[in-house]
């Protein structure tokens, strides 16, 4: 059976596209961008070589330029202080008093909740914003006043 260049570009660009999905590597896509350019050079009749060119070209120029857009991103918050993978971060709280150790317990969804304090300065009964938590543990900051 002799199959097309094109046909075999297509089919790695499935296998890439297959993989990157089962991984998760969003550079696989990239990859799966050069050989789909690569089927389309075979498409228009260059050999072999030039459709290799071609891929390697764009696959590799869109991993790099990937790269290094990722590279500029800010990195993202741990998940313990992350918002997007943490709801809770940014409620607010009441505390009414604080034990010596900077630690306390609230009143939070329906249940109680042990509180440590994650600002600076002597903690005080009042509100409070959720910072961060640590396992059951919620860390709090005072919050901020608005006038």
């Known amino acids: 059976m002799d199959w097309n260049p094109a046909t075999v570009w297509w089919l790695v660009t499935g296998a890439l596209v297959a993989v990157e999905l089962v991984t998760g590597t969003f550079y696989l896509l990239m990859l799966a961008l050069g050989a789909a350019a690569g089927a389309v050079a075979g498409h228009l009749g260059l050999p072999v070589t030039a459709q290799m060119v071609v ?51 609230v009143s939070y969804r329906g249940a109680s909740w042990a509180v440590r304090f994650a600002g600076s300065g002597k903690p005080h009964p009042g509100e409070h914003v959720i910072v961060a938590l640590d396992g059951n543990e919620l860390r709090v900051a005072p919050q901020a006043r608005t006038n």
Request: zero cysteines.
């Open 55 to 105: 891929a390697a070209l764009l696959g590799g120029g869109a991993t790099v330029a990937w790269h290094l857009r990722r590279l500029r991103q800010p990195a993202p918050a741990p998940a313990d202080e992350n918002r997007d993978v943490n709801l809770d971060i940014g409620r607010a709280v009441h505390v009414e008093h604080w034990a010596g150790d900077g630690s306390a317990r």
